[in-house]
């Protein structure tokens, strides 16, 4: 039986793949979640890819697929661009997934998810850390990275191939260095 924030991660996982986004950090918490996200900006995209975003999306429509119209496509493509639509699905998939599993009905989520424009690369890099130090705050954890439902510990894990780098954002060149960068900043700003 898998743990619901794992569960959660694997799906923020899956439709970050399928989206135009990247992860740069999440936290799993007991009755909540942060993520933080960066979408390419909307442009044109092959016919190929759009099939292979939407047969991640739709691994059963192959056939329904087929027979989408020009304006089904376009509707789709742009979808891949968009932060709600994201939610979306991985809101729904989590609630159909735990409801399942729990034997339970109804509404799971509270509310509406709550997003806010991050401007530049240092508004992105302190949310991070907002996000990354949230089970420190909590009493969960002594250290950031010891926290298993959060980006921090896969970064420590070297399991973040599929996220954002480190290394668009601090340290340069080495993801190494740029660990060591965000940790530095991270332990600063925790006083950890």
Known sequence: DMLPQRKLVEMLKHYAKAYFCE????????????????????????????????????????????????????????????????????????????????????RFWAERFKSTLLEDGEAVLDCMLYVDLNPVRAGLVQRPEDYDGSSCFLRHAKADRWMLKLTDLVGGGARKQAMREYRALLYHRGNV
């Open 23 to 106: 992860v740069a950090s999440f936290c799993v918490m007991g009755n909540h979640y942060h993520v933080v996200l960066r979408f390419e900006e909307p442009g044109p995209v092959s016919p190929e890819e759009l099939l292979r975003r939407a047969k991640r999306l739709y691994p059963k429509s192959g056939k329904l697929l087929k027979a989408w119209s020009k304006e089904q496509w376009e509707r789709f493509r742009v979808r891949l661009f968009d932060l709600s639509e994201l939610m979306r699905n991985l809101q729904a998939a989590f609630a159909r997934w735990y409801n399942r599993a729990h034997e339970r009905r109804g």
